[in-house]
């Protein structure tokens, strides 16, 4: 066994605890009672305050497919336990082609939730300090920068500093609730500061009618996005996981539940008015420069008082959970993607885990694709919106369907327990139609408002997913060893490429020797004939006994000369197999490979494009080298759902002193014993280097 | 002697003949009339129209430093024929710091170049057609993606379509200024639209009207820019270069003399006024929405009328040639990248002759400051002109006093021609004296106009490149021979790794076993036990008598345990070198990269951390990579000026059929000899892949 094991008990002990695991995954559907209850009230304002009184109905269906989700998603834990979620539900169940539907929709909406959620935070820190109003792009950036730095920085998901603003969340709201519910009670309901302004409502046709109520609902439905992160955590949850991951499940779906029925109820209770428009509201005079404050923050100053202390708890409880959960997408958003290049639908390099490089790609498209949405919609909450959900509740629907196709096969098995298979299946049939219709609904309702684009993007994400596909296997099938393939090279000539009589070379030629080719040469390539002589002569100083072969390169090319020597040298002996022993540099920091190695690498690529030959890099590692430890045991985004612990890479130790070890192994090397006399000039010969100048 | 040679009459024949050269090289100073008398004029006009009067002294000024500048370069070309120009001149009689100055001034100046030749060619497009006056930075923007694109698809300089229009635009304007004298001496003459206009003069004190005929002045030493072209061109001549060179440098200040003394004539004969801020024209009523015509385009109107189809030729040609003028740049950047590049003040792989992709970060690196720079002065040749020539004059000057120096060191030499080599120094002389003052002259004028940018640019780019330069001389000091470095590593063993079981990895086993290793083995990296067994069912059904090593990866990292496992072996026999075979994929289009080799690359980064490894890449072709050719004989940018004719590259023969090119080899190889009877067990072994289902 290889590698630095850890018991089972020290894996299970990194692994987290429900106290952890609740505000780590909830913290993105939880804080989407953020917005959900504005949204929701939002849309019905639209027609006029007198639409306020259907509140609680739209309400009372979101919360009631809110339910349905959760218990939907219970089963689906259940069924399959491996963090692959919706995705693998639907493309184990409903086939490959459902699987990337559902795959292009979860990437549409990381980004989305990044962009809302950071929306929203700024919004809620704009109507704490007013004063930012005009900053409100360039906050929204800022935020999804700085989240995108500290995720390529690396950062441990489970540090218990992520549970705080969670449960401080919950806990504000949930005083506030109580608090407002108390003093309702009491006869002292609270106030919110736009409840005196009128709303031009529009005058609105029967059908205009109930397509806003369904607008209203469908706004509302953002409440339910992210119910579905405890589904892609599973493996991270300690044992029994399945009980563990259900229990958060419904925990998290019962605080949700609490939190956005009674923020819907106070900000009714409070005369909340918020405006699509800010203009609408009759009464508010300087709706041009002032910003409406969020929904959230009017409750919370009408009830513990404008400026006070926990309203400013509450602002900066509720802008933290929503960068929070716009931080779970960082982490999300890579794990979908070593799920799906895993099943070969994305380049293989995301599934590479420890490779913080294809990490950090994955960061900054995310980020950069989050900071365009938010400059395009402006960080507006509301127009964001439109492109929200959708994705979710694609995921939903084809999750679902795929379960009840799941409890379907599950019942045909011999010993099958037909009475709780029948349970589970009902349950997921109600929450695939419920999901379905939410989707025709959210779809018809937000179409126009610019939900076209995740519908232009969608299938653009499907089709590169399964052209990906279709080239791996493509390849797959060109390197299927078949029954006429037979291999059998013979040939054992090396050349090494000397470009100056430098240690790098001289290691190339070293360890070319210890490999004791049948025959052996030292190849230059002539560029500058001054150069030229110079090595010739220090070849001779020095008294290699490798022969030294120049090549004329009358374009300045290196390549192009090597090859073509080389092949002549195969047509002359057969096609041998020809091992070339290139001298390279390893360095440490990336701007160094700026300034090394292109050469090499240029003609590694034409050397590799011919038969019969084979690279052969010698590292020679310049002392700058040994700074490119110690990244490594950083935390790579999405590791911890994937119930991988962060532990430190045990360190190498990497001495940077390279010509003392080469020396140290030199010193054994006149045991070595010539093997062919044939190929004795070349074998014994020992490179020693003296002066040469 | 490797490589197609062509002869050298061949050679010749690729070279420029003057014809094109003229043309080629002259786009840059010649396009700058276009805005030089212009801008002139602009300045004088801030003082009023009374101010008018002065042009003529200062226009003979600007003539009289042309003479002067032309005359100093007609010795540089005779000193200097390498086509290093004023770089090289300052570095060789000046040393390193002064040629480093002269290097960032130079970088700067191509992006300004760019930045103003596009900003005057959508100025002139604009004055012929005024609907476009919205579109002016989205014109120029385009217009610098336009040229950046044609530069990365590769675009032949010396084509004779690039000929054309700077023909067209001598002999327009030379027609233009031929008609307009006659028209004046019959008492007909030509009458600008702006003539009318009066303009609103500054109160000057007399500090300031002097301070107001330098700025005059120094806008328009504009005309001065490129002259140095043909002083970096001269390896693209015909021979005799030198004289050639210079006949060409003569006859271009000679055109640019009558052109320039031509328009400013016409431009005070016409009654151009043309106001650095359009609304200081009293009678200009619409100045907020009309775009003031460029003075070219006012000339041309007022000798040829409005709307007339040579109006639109003289246009059309004065947009073509400025837009030309910038794609010098895009030639001229590169190549001066590459002098740098050979110098050690820019990474080495700018020097690498016939690489694509560098040549395309230097397009793209130039392209993308040209953008920003339009994009920030809104494409005004005005805001941009202010930054312009202060590296022209930089380089002018330090070019100058190093010849100065050159001629002082060759007064000193035995049997100099102490007569000549005095007229050749006082011309120098004479020209840096000048230049010095006028770079005076322009850094007082300018500096807080703008010119203070240019002026934080230039020093860092000199410590970049300082930097660079070190950075280079630390890597050579450590990797220099030194008399205690012995090298001598010995040992013999080989291991291949084994993903899948796959033609690639068949194929370096089978490249493994020809080069006949003291010990060879197999190792798999187990992360998938499944995968695993089946790679070890088909090893034992395909009678592979390597023995196959599987190491475990409990965190499904390849490179580590690898490294760990080479480690122990290396522990056990006492440092042995060992080789790792790894089967990389060619493939042929840049995105199918994306898609493979991570893995491998990973891998091989951590081997080649390890002492004592070397890493043997056997490449699999996959079918794509025969696209990677024809790609090659596309000029790249500044080829033609260094003298390097546009030459088709010989292709290669590819063909992608692998297995039978290995297959046919294949045949040959039981004729290979077993070499020593310990390491049979592997040498003798021979892979045949059998239907392994």
Redesign the interface.
């Known amino acids: 066994?290889?590698?630095e094991?850890l018991s089972s008990d020290k894996l299970e002990g990194q692994l987290l605890p429900k106290s952890l695991a609740l505000p780590i995954f909830a913290s993105d559907p939880l804080s989407s009672v953020a917005y959900a209850p504005q949204e929701l009230l939002m849309i019905l304002l639209l027609g006029g305050l007198a639409f306020l009184s259907f509140a609680p109905w739209v309400a009372a269906a979101v919360v009631l497919l809110l339910l349905v989700v959760v218990a939907s998603y219970r089963q689906l834990i259940k069924a399959y336990p491996s963090g692959g979620g919706d995705y693998e539900v639907a493309s184990k169940n409903l086939g490959e082609k459902a699987g990337l539907i559902v795959g292009s929709a979860l990437l549409v909406d990381y980004v989305m939730t990044v962009a809302v959620s950071v929306a929203s935070g700024v919004d809620n820190i704009i109507s704490a300090v007013p004063e930012l109003a005009g900053l409100r792009i360039e906050l929204a950036v800022f935020f999804v920068v700085l989240l995108a730095a500290v995720n390529l920085r690396g950062v441990a998901e489970s540090s218990k500093a992520f549970a705080i603003p969670t449960y401080l969340f919950i806990t504000s709201v949930f005083v506030m609730i109580v608090i407002g519910l108390v003093r309702t009670s009491l006869g002292d309901p609270p106030v919110a500061e736009s409840a005196a302004f009128e709303v031009k409502g529009e005058q609105l046709s029967q059908a205009a009618f109930i397509l806003l109520l369904l607008r209203a609902f469908s706004s509302g439905c953002s409440a339910l996005t992210g119910v579905e992160a405890i589904s892609n955590g599973v493996p991270a949850f300690r044992r029994p996981k399945i009980q563990n991951a259900q229990r958060t499940l419904v925990l998290m779906g019962g605080i949700a539940i609490v939190l956005f029925a009674g923020l819907t109820t106070l900000a009714l209770i409070a005369n909340v008015h918020y405006a699509e428009n800010a203009c609408n509201l009759v009464g508010f005079d300087d709706c041009q420069n002032q910003p409406q404050r969020s929904l959230i923050a009017q409750i919370a100053s009408s009830v513990f008082g404008a400026g006070s202390i926990p309203f400013f708890i509450l602002q900066a409880a509720t802008a933290a959970v929503l960068l929070l959960a716009a931080n779970t997408a960082f982490n999300g958003f890579p794990l979908l993607g070593s799920v799906l290049a895993r099943d070969g639908y994305a380049?293989?390099?995301l599934n590479?885990?420890?490779?913080r490089l294809?990490f950090s790609n994955g960061v900054l498209i995310l980020g950069a694709c989050a900071v365009v949405i938010l400059v395009v919609y402006r960080a507006s909450v509301t127009n964001l919106i439109q492109l929200y959900i959708i994705g979710v509740f694609v995921s939903f629907t084809l999750g679902q369907t795929g379960m009840v196709r799941h409890w379907l096969r599950e019942l045909k098995k011999p010993k099958a327990q037909t009475g709780r298979i029948w349970r589970s299946l009902s349950i997921n049939a109600l929450g695939a139609s419920f999901t379905a219709i939410v989707l025709i609904v959210v779809t018809i309702t937000k179409f126009t408002h610019g939900a076209w684009l995740v519908f232009l993007i969608m299938p653009i994400l499907f089709t590169l997913m399964l052209g990906?596909n279709r080239?791996?296997r493509d390849?797959?099938k060109?390197?299927?060893?078949?029954?006429?393939?037979?291999?059998?090279?013979?040939?054992?000539h090396a050349v090494v490429l000397i470009g100056k009589?430098?240690?790098?070379a001289?290691?190339a030629?070293?360890?070319a020797?210890?490999?004791?080719?049948?025959s052996l040469e030292a190849v230059h390539i002539s560029i500058d004939d001054e150069a030229t002589d110079k090595l010739e002569r220090?070849w001779r100083e020095m008294n290699i006994r490798v022969p030294l072969c120049v090549?004329?390169?009358?374009?300045?090319?290196i390549g192009?000369?090597l090859?073509?020597?080389i092949k002549k040298h195969q047509e002359a002996n057969?096609?041998e197999?020809v091992?070339v022993?290139l001298p390279?540099?390893?360095v440490g920091h990336w701007w160094?490979s700026?300034?090394?190695n292109?050469?090499a690498w240029?003609i590694?690529?034409k050397l590799?494009?011919q038969?019969?030959?084979?690279?052969?890099?010698?590292?020679?590692?310049?002392?700058s080298?040994d700074v490119?430890y110690g990244r490594r045991s950083r935390p790579i985004p999405g590791q911890e759902r994937r119930g991988?612990p962060v532990r430190p890479?045990p360190r190498?130790p990497?001495k940077p002193a390279?010509?003392e070890?080469?020396?140290?192994?030199?010193?054994?090397?006149?045991?070595?014993r010539p093997?062919?006399p044939d190929v004795e000039r070349a074998k014994t010969s020992?490179?020693?280097?003296?002066?040469?100048r």
Chains 1, 2 share one sequence.
């Open positions: 066994m290889i590698g094991k380049p293989k390099a590479t885990r420890g490779d294809i990906v080239y791996y390849v797959e060109e390197v299927e060893v078949d029954p006429h393939t037979t291999f059998g090279s013979r040939g054992d009589m430098q240690k790098p001289l290691k030629l070293d360890y020797i210890a490999a004791r080719h049948d220090a090549l004329r390169s009358p374009y300045r090319e192009y000369p090859v073509k020597y057969g096609g197999v091992t022993y390279i540099y390893i160094e700026l300034l090394h292109h050469k240029r590694r690529q590799l494009m038969h019969g030959v084979t690279v052969a890099l010698v590292p020679w590692l310049l002392d080298s490119v991988e890479m190498k990497l390279n010509d070890a080469v020396a140290s192994a030199g010193a054994r090397a006149n045991a070595a093997k062919d020992k490179v020693k280097a003296k002066s040469h």
